[in-house]
């Protein structure tokens, strides 16, 4: 069985390359953040809380400007088998700033540039662009 968060990135990266409109995903906080945070940072459109009891998942909205969707690729930097850390000032920028690193830090997940501007390192979890 797969991890519930990679389930939820690869979704989103497949749903991009078919030009999918709407990706359900199971719901876990984590997902709910990450999805949270694409919103904010204007990769998703819209997330919403759907179904009832056990059967509840989060529907992602795709955002396709122009025709084009605006996640690219996904990266994965930290797996299972190896875990990959930095510190605050190791945190590079993604695609000159034109893309986006997910860190999972002691003060939950948050951005690469987040990071930079609170001086948090942690573990890199994956590269969007």
Same mark, same amino acid.
Request: proline letters at 3%; a positive charge.
């Given at each position: 069985?797969?991890?519930?968060?990679?389930?939820?990135?690869?979704?989103?990266?497949?749903?991009?390359?078919?030009?999918?409109?709407?990706?359900?995903?199971?719901?876990?906080?984590?997902?709910?953040?990450?999805?949270?945070?694409? &919103? $904010?940072? !204007? =990769?998703?459109?819209?997330?919403?809380?759907?179904?009832? #009891? %056990?059967?509840?998942?989060? +529907?992602?909205?795709?955002?396709?400007?122009?025709?084009?969707?605006?996640?690219?690729?996904?990266?994965?930097?930290?797996?299972?088998?190896?875990?990959?850390?930095?510190?605050?000032?190791?945190?590079?920028? &993604? $695609?000159? !700033? =034109?893309?986006?690193?997910?860190?999972?830090?002691?003060h #939950? %997940?948050?951005?690469?540039? +987040?990071?930079?501007?609170?001086?948090i390192?942690?573990?890199?979890?994956l590269?969007?662009?």
């Open positions: 069985m797969m991890n519930p968060f990679f389930e939820m990135m690869v979704k989103i990266k497949n749903g991009s390359l078919v030009k999918k409109d709407v990706v359900k995903v199971s719901v876990s906080k984590l997902n709910a953040r990450v999805a949270d945070i694409l &919103v $904010r940072e !204007g =990769y998703l459109e819209a997330v919403a809380k759907k179904g009832r #009891g %056990i059967k509840k998942y989060l +529907e992602l909205k795709l955002k396709y400007p122009e025709g084009t969707p605006c996640i690219h690729q996904i990266t994965f930097v930290s797996k299972p088998g190896k875990r990959v850390y930095r510190g605050a000032k190791e945190i590079g920028r &993604v $695609r000159n !700033g =034109y893309g986006l690193s997910l860190i999972s830090t002691s #939950g %997940i948050i951005t690469d540039k +987040e990071a930079r501007e609170k001086n390192g942690g573990e890199v979890l590269k969007i662009y």
